[in-house]
């Protein structure tokens, strides 16, 4: 049914206008004389066939050739109706009927509002002696029009408004039945989206949870069997060659074992891959692909000579910047003014980005309070894994945040442990150079705190 409806929603016009002009000619055969070209009703029915064609693909000119055909006959350039031929009218309301299947509804409105203008013109042609000889059922009074149309006026007007009110209500249960049909098949899409999305949400959180049970596990449990044996070789240099070796053995392997683990772990994403780590490299491509899909208006500097940062530093810099244009996107709108600065020149990365404030969220009358989302503790929290601090805030015209990334930070519970100086010294140097490490309990927490993302909005 929806098939034929598609299909009769583009050609049904065509074909009604073929069939409509095919059975004037087969119906008038006999009463045409000579020639087509001499009958009386070609004009009005060429008209009318050309509006119900295009009532579908131009309903204003549909409009026009009924108004061409009504002006014209008042302005006697076209012949008048014979009695007989009154029908030919009908074919306005008949593409009345497909203007309100198919048109936009402005178009509806002023398609009916023409048509009853069309009716009332209709009548006039129909019953006035100027124009006609009456339409074959209202005996002529043969004393001026005054008598004829007060006494079958509103008659005749009724029954063309009849038709035509027919034609167009079911031009618009056609439209009413095709737009039910696509509410339902977008509920139906809706529901089965929700659903999906439920399913995904579920696992999500239960990845999460099993993630950040096994990191508690592990980081505190790994970390503290390698902090043991450093410290046990340490005090113990007079102990023989092959425990040294095997305690070194199980320091070195309780710290891969913890990186390898954390890796794994804030690698996860929903296809159960682990992914490559966005880099600082990859604020160009990102910046690129919001000015192009989003229209926001990004103007980048930058100031001083770039300084190499640890991977998780590059990370939290990337989604931090990641985060700012999304909540440029959500809280401003397209076309919205983002300015994005890099300084390299103080002791760490100190990076500034502002966004022009909605004027429509600013003149919002009795805006309640502030909703909390999770884009901006999110950022905090990145900033403070870094190593440094995020301020975010109006300021003016702008939303302004501000970040401090130092060179050379310790990560906590990035994952690249490897990096830092002491994962990458030789032991024999840190023995010699200072004391024994010891690792208290708040670093292990600090450690194995998870990373919680910036997938929220501020």
């Keep these: 049914m929806e098939a034929f409806l598609k299909y009769t929603r583009r050609w049904g016009p065509l074909a009604a206008a073929v069939i409509f002009f095919s059975l004037w000619c087969v119906a008038e055969a006999g009463r045409m004389g000579d020639s087509w070209l ?5 004009w009005p029915l060429v008209l009318m066939t050309l509006a119900v064609a295009t009532a579908s693909w131009k309903p204003l000119v549909s409009l026009g050739f009924t108004a061409a055909l009504l002006s014209g006959q008042l302005g006697f350039a076209l012949p008048p109706m014979a009695s007989n031929h009154w029908a030919i009218y009908l074919g306005s309301f008949i593409a009345l009927g497909f203007i309100l299947w198919t048109a936009e509804p402005r178009m509806r409105y002023m398609a009916a509002g023409a ?68 509410l339902f098949r977008a509920r139906e899409l809706a529901q089965s989206s929700l659903k999906e999305t439920e399913i995904d949400l579920i696992v999500e959180q239960e990845r999460t949870r099993i993630a950040r049970d096994l990191h508690d596990v592990l980081a505190h449990s790994l970390a503290v069997i390698a902090a ?26 309780a710290r891969s074992a913890l990186v390898d683990a954390q890796r794994v772990i804030e690698g996860v ?19 690129d692909g919001m000015q192009r899909g989003n229209n926001l208006k990004i103007h980048t500097s930058e100031s001083g000579m770039p300084v190499t940062l640890s991977a998780g530093q590059e990370v939290a810099a990337f989604r931090i910047v990641q985060e700012c244009l999304t909540n440029a996107l959500k809280h401003g709108g397209r076309g ?23 004027k429509a969220g600013k003149s919002a009358p009795n805006p309640g309070p502030p909703r909390l989302g999770r884009g901006l503790p999110g950022m905090r929290e990145r900033a403070h894994l870094a190593g440094g601090w995020l301020t975010a805030g109006p300021d003016g015209e702008h939303f302004r945040v501000t970040v401090f990334i130092p060179y050379g930070a310790p990560e ?47």
């Excluded at 129909?126 to 124009?131: A, K, P």
């Excluded at 074959?136 to 008598?147: L, M, S, T």
């Excluded at 044996?229 to 102990?239: E, H, M, N």
């Design 115 to 182: 048509n009853l203008v069309f009716v009332a013109l209709m009548t006039v042609l129909m019953l006035s002696w100027r124009y006609g000889g009456g339409v074959g059922w209202f005996a002529p009074i043969n004393v001026g029009d005054q008598p004829m149309f007060m006494r079958y006026g509103w008659q005749l007007f009724a029954l063309l408004l009849l038709i035509a009110a027919a034609c167009a209500a079911a031009g618009l249960l056609l439209a009413l039945y095709q737009e039910r049909g696509s």
């Design 269 to 287: 994403h929903d296809d159960g891959m682990v992914t490559p780590q966005p880099r600082l490299s990859d604020i160009l491509p990102l910046i």
């Design 38 to 42: 001499t009958w009386s009703g070609r």
């Design 336 to 358: 919205t003014d983002v300015r994005l600065h890099f300084d390299w020149t103080g002791p760490g990365l100190a990076l500034h980005v502002a966004s022009t404030i909605s």
């Design 228 to 253: 043991q044996a450093d410290g046990t070789r340490y005090l113990s240099k007079d102990q023989p060659k092959a425990v040294l070796s095997a305690l070194d053995t199980i320091a070195r392997s």
């Design 412 to 458: 906590a519970g990035s994952g690249n442990d490897a990096q830092h100086p002491a994962a990458t010294t030789p032991l024999t140097d840190i023995a010699s150079s200072e004391p024994a490490l010891v690792l208290t309990r708040t670093s292990l927490e600090r450690q194995s705190t998870s990373d919680p993302g910036v997938d929220g909005r501020g």
